[in-house]
Structure formats: structure tokens, C-alpha cells
């Protein structure tokens, strides 16, 4: 019988945004500084496997992971 383990991803998402600008320099300088009106894509760029794993323990309800986040 197969066990369930849980494996920690790091992934990096690129997003276009949509920019209100004169041109692309400007256009360049709002999206930097955050000045940007919506997310018009988005797709996943890179993941990696970065060698942590753990066994799921059935029925947990607080995922220790989170705990250094507070």
C-alpha cells in the first residue's frame, strides 16, 4: 500500500500587467514601482523540488509549515 507524503515546491510566476503609459520606458517605470491597473497573465515560470519531504499524518489540521510565517 502506497503512503502519502507531502513534497515542498518553490515556484516563480511571471504576470503581464496591464500599464496606462506614454510609452515603454514609462510603462516599465510603473510596473517597477507597482502603478499598474490589473493582471492580465500569468503563467508559471520555473519550479523546483527543493528536496524537502514529509509522511501526510491523516486527519492534521495545522500544517507546521505555516507556523513560521506568523
Given at each position: 500500500?502506497?503512503?502519502?507524503?507531502?513534497?515542498?515546491?518553490?515556484?516563480?510566476?511571471?504576470?503581464?500587467?496591464?500599464?496606462?503609459?506614454?510609452?515603454?520606458?514609462?510603462?516599465?517605470?510603473?510596473?517597477?514601482?507597482?502603478?499598474?491597473?490589473?493582471?492580465?497573465d500569468s503563467?508559471?515560470?520555473?519550479?523546483?523540488?527543493?528536496?524537502?519531504?514529509?509522511s501526510r499524518?491523516?486527519?492534521?489540521?495545522?500544517?507546521?509549515?505555516?507556523?513560521?510565517?506568523?
Amino acid at each position: 500500500m502506497s503512503k502519502a507524503f507531502e513534497v515542498l515546491l518553490s515556484t516563480t510566476y511571471g504576470e503581464w500587467v496591464k500599464v496606462e503609459a506614454d510609452n515603454k520606458d514609462e510603462a516599465l517605470e510603473k510596473a517597477e514601482a507597482g502603478d499598474w491597473e490589473e493582471i492580465a497573465d500569468s503563467k508559471m515560470v520555473d519550479r523546483t523540488v527543493t528536496g524537502d519531504v514529509r509522511s501526510r499524518v491523516s486527519g492534521a489540521t495545522e500544517h507546521p509549515f505555516w507556523k513560521h510565517w506568523d
